[in-house]
């Protein structure tokens, strides 16, 4: 009984390689290391034994201009047989010179010879020709009843084939196919999901048309090029009833806050309400102690798990606020965006104008950018030169950390100490309970301990940033936000590999915050995770981070809830980039397109 082949989607199913076989080449054409399709005579067959009890299997090929030889260590009695009975074979390998002969170690026997050929992520139990001839069966059927939904003239200036040429390039190539095609399906992805977010109905928001000038006069401090232009283009924003949807990303200490503020401004001035949702008590506190300094303490409320003020102008608050119901809500801020899952944050959006705060924007929201669907302001400007070295090390290293922490904390500096969990030992990995004992006898009377069960978090935190001889705080990932302690110039982070790049970039934001030299240590403890994590060492900036943390995660659902996951067809997330631009940029007249629109 034949094997039931698999429904196949031509758009999403597609080739992890292609192989040439369109020519036999000859021995004086045979290059080291570069597949080839091949041809020879066997003239010899002989099995060798090896010192560590293997065989290996070795035939002598007359070919086109002279001989060489395959070399097979995982071989069965099917091979034997096939070269016994065979004259001349076609045979698909790369070659390698050794000792003045070429020798070919474990060729194929292709299934077809000719053309170019298709090489599909392997399905159990179905060979590679069926499965080729299966995909393109799927593929004929599937092209009449398409409808290329992309203007001719866009695919003329794009360099793009139709959705038709694509497919066939892609399953039937004639060739082996360059970029474009890919893109082509590619394009139509981003095309059609921009389609439905264009199409997305939203309740319409208050119209806030407001000259902010007099609060960006009054700061006590000049704003950088960079926060003029977000806090403008905020407010432009916001004079339409269609709801701002818009990001401002900045690194630790670029500005976001105040930018926020400028919009807030505006929000409460036309006479509407401003909410600020913070991801921890301890930042919702810092807000509301920085907002009141410019706004007053009459105008801003608190509302925390254990703190409930009455409803001001401005609302800052933490999960707690999802629970209530605010009356003539203009504008809502939502601070570090990722801490929040996508339901919660439409939740309070509706109707309103939503400015999202983050140094590194989750999967989905790159996503969004990409797409257009989200206004971005960038904050590359900072009032002082961040000096951090970062070093990634598997944890052996540990010794010699701590000693260059007793060099810091003997000079005044303050250290931090990260672990993944609370309590407990998993494996190899540590807690914060488990290495109490080590901390305090290492530096005594100099440690506070604090994480997610601890009873008095805010005010450990608080002892943190403001005693002279508590300089030590070993704690888990809560205090990614909300810690700003200027003395604060070195920080381990153990078992790096228990968090993403976005998360660890966001905890060594807590150091050097003030220009000071300071040095993070990111210990790692699987080997496989060095090469994900060294990236941090050379990049600081929290954009750049998100974006490879999206490249490795996917980039979750524009339309559902998914805040990361594969959900595009093609699994190089740099094409989506690429097209995304494109597709935001053909919705403009052709003399506004950018000068690099052309691909290269």
């Given amino acids: 009984m034949a094997k039931k082949l698999p429904e ?45 009890n293997q065989r290996v299997l070795l035939i002598t090929m007359s070919g086109d201009g002279g001989s060489f030889i395959l070399k097979y260590l995982h071989y069965s009695p099917y091979h034997i047989e096939k070269y016994r009975r065979s004259g001349t074979i076609s045979l698909w390998g790369a070659p390698r010179r050794e000792r003045n002969y070429w020798i070919f170690y474990q060729p194929s026997i292709p299934d077809e010879t000719g053309g170019v050929y298709p090489i599909y992520p392997a399905l159990k139990g179905i060979g590679m020709k069926t499965l080729r001839d299966h995909v393109w069966d799927t ?8 409808e290329d ?45 921009k389609q439905n977010l264009i199409s997305e109905e939203k309740p319409p928001a208050p119209i806030i048309d407001i000259d902010v000038r007099p609060f960006i006069d009054k700061l006590p401090f000049k704003l950088t090029a960079d926060q003029t232009t977000a806090i403008y283009d905020i407010c432009n924003d916001m004079a339409s009833d269609n709801p701002m949807r818009r990001i401002v990303i900045g690194d630790v200490s670029s ?115 990409y797409q257009g669907a989200i206004g971005v302001s960038t904050l590359s400007t900072i009032p002082y030169r961040r ?32 672990y993944p969990f609370v309590d407990g030992e998993k494996g190899d990995y540590r807690s914060v309970e488990s290495t109490r004992d080590f901390w305090d006898q290492a530096f005594p009377n100099k440690t506070l301990f604090v994480h997610g069960k601890s009873e008095h978090k805010e005010a450990i935190v608080a002892e943190f940033r403001t005693s002279q001889h508590k300089q030590l705080l070993i704690a888990t990932s809560l205090i990614e936000t909300g810690i700003d302690v200027p003395e604060a110039s070195i920080m381990v982070v153990s078992a790096s590999e228990r968090f993403g790049l976005a998360q660890l ?64 067809k093609l699994p190089n997330m740099s094409i989506y980039k690429k097209v995304a631009k494109w597709v935001n940029e053909d919705t403009l007249p052709p003399s506004q397109w950018h000068s690099d629109s052309n691909p290269s």
């Fill in 387 to 418: 000096d951090v070295v970062t070093q990634v090390l598997p944890k052996g290293h540990s010794s010699h950390i701590v000693s260059h922490m007793k060099e810091i904390i003997a000079a005044g500096g303050k250290a931090l100490v990260i």
């Fill in 139 to 146: 593929t004929k059927r599937l092209i009449p009843s398409l």
């Fill in 505 to 568: 970039h966001q905890l060594r934001g807590r150091i050097g915050r003030r220009g000071n030299k300071s040095f993070c240590y990111f210990l790692y403890k699987l080997p496989e995770s060095e090469q994900r994590l060294k990236i941090l060492e050379t990049v600081q900036n929290g954009f750049e981070l998100a974006e490879s943390d999206s490249d490795a995660r996917g980039w979750g659902d524009a339309l559902g809830k998914a805040q990361s996951g594969r959900l595009f």
């Fill in 8 to 52: 196949i989607d031509p758009f999403g199913f597609l080739p992890n390689s292609y192989e040439d076989r369109r020519r036999h080449v000859p021995i004086s054409e045979f290059s080291e290391g570069t597949k080839i399709l091949f041809k020879g005579r066997p003239i010899k067959i002989e099995e060798r034994d090896l010192p560590n």
């Fill in 255 to 369: 500005g976001k806050t105040v930018v926020s503020q400028g919009a807030i401004y505006a929000c409460i001035e036309a006479g509407y309400k401003a909410i600020v949702l913070a991801p921890s008590t301890v930042l919702a506190e810092q807000h509301f102690d920085k907002f009141s300094a410019i706004f007053g303490k009459d105008k801003v409320g608190l509302c925390t798990g254990k703190t409930k003020t009455t409803v001001a102008a401005i609302t800052i608050g933490t999960h707690a606020l999802l629970s209530r119901t605010i009356k003539d809500v203009g504008l809502v801020v939502i601070d570090e965006q990722h801490r929040f899952g996508v339901a919660q944050r439409e939740k309070l959006v509706q109707g309103v104008h939503s400015l999202q705060l983050s140094a590194t924007p989750i999967p989905r929201t790159v996503n969004l950018i």
């Fill in 149 to 193: 939904e992309i203007p001719a003239s866009i695919l003329s200036q794009r360099n793009l084939p139709s959705i038709a040429d694509a497919l066939h390039a892609i399953h039937r190539p004639s060739e082996i196919p360059g970029k474009f095609p890919f893109l082509r399906l590619a394009y139509r992805e981003i095309y059609s999901l």
